[in-house]
């Protein structure tokens, strides 16, 4: 019987590109990425405030006795500020791009924007910063929750 023409092709379905090797960030980079990062934040934190009572001063308020919430929240929006956009974007912050680490998914790509916001949020999880150096996989609730990996970076 003759070939059928409208048949699909036999061809091999094959990825022509290998996966990434992703090298885990050792503790100490990671340690000095949370110094950096938190330096930078609370620097963030400090021109918000001093900014702050012009723009209400124009209100007739000021901040004087803060609620004990308010360090927490001003803390939660210094970081997600800081944290989102270039985690989601590029995947290293300031203080990964300093020690040569990133942040990527399980494909070697930046995390985008729902695991990064999902990383920043993880990070509030009460001693999730002590997971990451006392755990042999050195992986945080902020990187297993939106299944993330901080890796070195390839040169």
Do not use: C
């Not at 990062?37 to 609370?42: E, N, R, S």
């Amino acid at each position: 019987m003759p070939e059928n023409p409208y048949r699909a092709p036999n061809s091999p379905v094959v990825d022509a590109v290998a996966p990434p090797v992703l090298v885990p960030a050792e503790r100490w980079r990671r340690l000095l990425n949370f110094v950096v990062d938190y330096f930078l934040i609370t620097l963030l934190i400090t021109s918000i405030e001093y900014a702050a009572p012009s723009w209400l001063a124009g209100l007739g308020q000021t901040i004087f006795h803060r609620p004990p919430v308010y360090s927490l929240v001003m803390l939660f929006l210094g970081a997600s500020i800081y944290y989102i956009p270039q985690e989601a974007l590029w995947g290293v912050t300031v203080g990964k791009q300093l020690t040569g680490t990133r942040v990527v998914d399980e494909h070697g790509r930046p995390p985008g924007w729902r695991k990064a916001i999902k990383r920043t949020v993880g990070r509030f999880i009460p001693f999730d910063a002590l997971a990451v150096l006392l755990t042999a996989r050195r992986r945080g609730f902020h990187d297993a929750w939106p299944n993330t990996y901080v890796v070195r970076r390839q040169r």
